[in-house]
């Protein structure tokens, strides 16, 4: 298999520009809030209750305009199954130091996988999972060091549940 690099380029007319959000339903919105805002420390753009569904809707911001909105539904239906089945895989969050965001969230009480080396780029990663289970990926996107080692890495990964 063959990977291109991606460049950061100016979008031409007509193309997709990038991403602008990520909705996400909640199970739990105060616990889902406080993991989101406290843990993982996003900024709150906007957060409004809607009272003809019940329903809170809190917009978070990323440091790169990327925003995640969170909802919160009465009785929301549990995520179907794990990470191998269609649709969302996982949501991946770029991060400049894995080791401290591992050590962070760890001390907050919170499980994250061993970190790991993506065969195809030799950037590190680990993941772990927010308060309804959806995999989270931590990707460090600094530029990884020149490795001697040949120890194979795994091509594919979830989080066993």
């Not at 996982?90 to 499980?111: C, M, P, Q, T």
């Amino acid at each position: 298999m063959t990977r291109r690099a991606v460049t950061k380029a100016r979008a031409e007319p007509g193309q997709l520009q990038g991403i602008h959000h990520v909705a996400l339903i909640r199970s739990d919105y105060a616990r889902s809030r406080r993991f989101y805002v406290d843990t993982l420390a996003l900024r709150i753009l906007a957060e409004n209750f809607r009272e003809q569904r019940q329903s809170w809707k809190l917009d978070l911001a990323l440091p790169d305009g990327t925003q995640l909105e969170l909802f919160s539904f009465p009785d929301p239906p549990a995520r179907a199954s794990r990470s191998e089945a269609c649709g969302l895989r996982h949501l991946a969050f770029a991060v400049d130091e894995i080791d401290a965001w591992k050590a962070r969230l760890e001390a907050s009480g919170i499980a994250v996988e061993e970190i790991r080396i993506d065969e195809f780029t030799g950037r590190r990663f680990a993941f772990l999972a927010d308060p309804d289970g959806l995999p989270l990926e931590l990707y460090e996107t600094a530029q990884p060091a020149t490795r001697t080692s040949t120890q194979e890495h795994p091509r594919w990964h979830f989080i066993p549940g």
